[in-house]
């Protein structure tokens, strides 16, 4: 069995004229794994994925994929690589069953049209031509495209856009179920809900680097969060002086207060700011017990403004 890396990139250097697009990234994908990148728009993901797709070149660096050259073994990679695209691909015409059971007579062992038709909701539509799908059907048809030739490497950008929340969960089980047969799934998504449930390993990019790489559990780490709403400005010097040496205690946005402590919140603490708040008349609303998830970390990480 081989144990290289699905996909392996080392100092990934991409320019378009004077806009650096990736600067030296670096990642791994392993077999049998989905390893979901992250990234505010512009952050250098795509490009990445699309390198890595063998559809662009690097200007320096390195990728391997599946111990390959994706430019120079596209052919080899051809049929043992699937891709779905966001939009497109398919004839107008063409109807969806039609243009599925061609897409799998191109392959030595293709899955059963007809069951992954069945599994992604798409059974109704298999006699309708493409132009007249909705977008979350022709959205699950390139899905089921991508993966139709069984393989050991399927890159799914935003797999689950648009799509109602049954076409998501059955999209979520597929992805599942490549994983148990051993595929390698690199997975490009906006939703942190499916990064978290889906992800062994996590790649959030950012300007074109990766800033944190690893499973999701290590990066959010064991920190509990306290959160409540409260009049804006409030002087927390009292609190943060209560509270124990470890936490963090802050108001972002306006008007909400965050109280972060390394492990579980636990009955002590929200005793401790309860106790504070009626000590100076602070009415806390919404007081929610969370633990730190993916989102937070993603902002963290790149910021909360919103990006062309």
Same mark, same amino acid.
């Given at each position: 069995?081989?144990?290289?890396?699905?996909?392996?990139?080392?100092?990934?250097?991409?320019?378009?004229?004077?806009?650096?697009?990736? @600067? =030296? $990234?670096?990642?791994? *994908?392993?077999?049998?794994?989905?390893?979901? /990148?992250? &990234?505010?728009?512009? %952050? +250098?993901?795509?490009?990445?994925?699309?390198?890595?797709?063998?559809?662009?070149?690097?200007?320096?660096?390195?990728?391997?994929?599946?111990?390959?050259?994706?430019?120079?073994?596209?052919?080899?990679?051809?049929?043992?690589?699937?891709?779905?695209?966001?939009?497109?691909?398919?004839?107008?015409?063409?109807?969806?069953?039609?243009?599925?059971?061609?897409?799998?007579?191109?392959?030595?062992?293709?899955?059963?049209?007809?069951?992954?038709?069945?599994?992604?909701?798409?059974?109704?539509?298999?006699?309708?031509?493409?132009?007249?799908?909705?977008?979350?059907?022709?959205?699950?048809?390139?899905?089921?495209?991508?993966?139709?030739?069984?393989?050991?490497?399927?890159?799914?950008?935003?797999?689950? @856009? =648009? $799509?109602?929340?049954? *076409?998501?969960?059955?999209?979520?089980?597929? /992805?599942? &179920?490549?994983?148990? %047969? +051993?595929?390698?799934?690199?997975?490009?998504?906006?939703?942190?809900?499916?990064?978290?449930?889906?992800?062994?390993?996590?790649?959030?990019?950012?300007?074109?680097?990766?800033?944190?790489?690893?499973?999701?559990?290590?990066?959010?780490?064991?920190?509990?969060?306290?959160?409540?709403?409260?009049?804006?400005?409030?002087?927390?010097?009292?609190?943060?002086?209560?509270?124990?040496?470890?936490?963090?205690?802050?108001?972002?946005?306006?008007?909400?207060?965050?109280?972060?402590?390394?492990?579980?919140?636990?009955?002590?603490?929200?005793?401790?700011?309860?106790?504070?708040?009626?000590?100076?008349?602070?009415?806390?609303?919404?007081?929610?017990?969370?633990?730190?998830?993916?989102?937070?970390?993603?902002?963290? $990480?790149?910021?909360?403004?919103?990006?062309?």
């Amino acid at each position: 069995m081989n144990n290289a890396p699905a996909v392996e990139v080392d100092g990934l250097v991409k320019r378009y004229r004077d806009t650096t697009a990736v @600067a =030296g $990234l670096s990642l791994r *994908a392993e077999r049998g794994q989905v390893t979901a /990148i992250l &990234g505010p728009n512009g %952050a +250098g993901k795509t490009t990445t994925i699309e390198i890595c797709e063998g559809y662009r070149r690097a200007d320096s660096g390195t990728v391997r994929v599946l111990g390959l050259d994706p430019v120079f073994d596209a052919r080899e990679l051809r049929t043992r690589v699937g891709v779905m695209l966001q939009s497109g691909g398919v004839p107008p015409s063409a109807r969806a069953g039609e243009y599925l059971r061609a897409q799998a007579s191109f392959y030595c062992r293709p899955l059963d049209p007809a069951a992954l038709f069945a599994a992604l909701g798409l059974t109704g539509s298999a006699r309708t031509p493409y132009k007249h799908l909705s977008g979350g059907q022709q959205q699950r048809l390139g899905l089921a495209a991508a993966v139709i030739g069984r393989p050991e490497l399927v890159f799914l950008d935003e797999p689950t @856009a =648009g $799509l109602d929340p049954q *076409a998501r969960h059955a999209t979520w089980e597929l /992805i599942e &179920g490549l994983r148990t %047969a +051993g595929t390698a799934v690199i997975l490009a998504t906006h939703y942190m809900e499916e990064a978290e449930r889906l992800a062994d390993r996590v790649v959030i990019v950012d300007h074109g680097r990766a800033v944190a790489c690893g499973p999701p559990s290590e990066l959010t780490g064991s920190a509990g969060q306290l959160r409540f709403r409260a009049d804006p400005n409030l002087d927390l010097t009292g609190l943060v002086a209560a509270l124990p040496a470890d936490a963090l205690t802050k108001e972002s946005p306006s008007g909400h207060y965050l109280v972060e402590v390394t492990g579980r919140v636990d009955p002590q603490l929200i005793a401790l700011v309860t106790a504070w708040c009626a000590e100076h008349g602070v009415l806390a609303r919404e007081l929610q017990i969370e633990s730190r998830t993916l989102e937070d970390l993603f902002l963290e $990480l790149t910021g909360r403004d919103l990006r062309s």
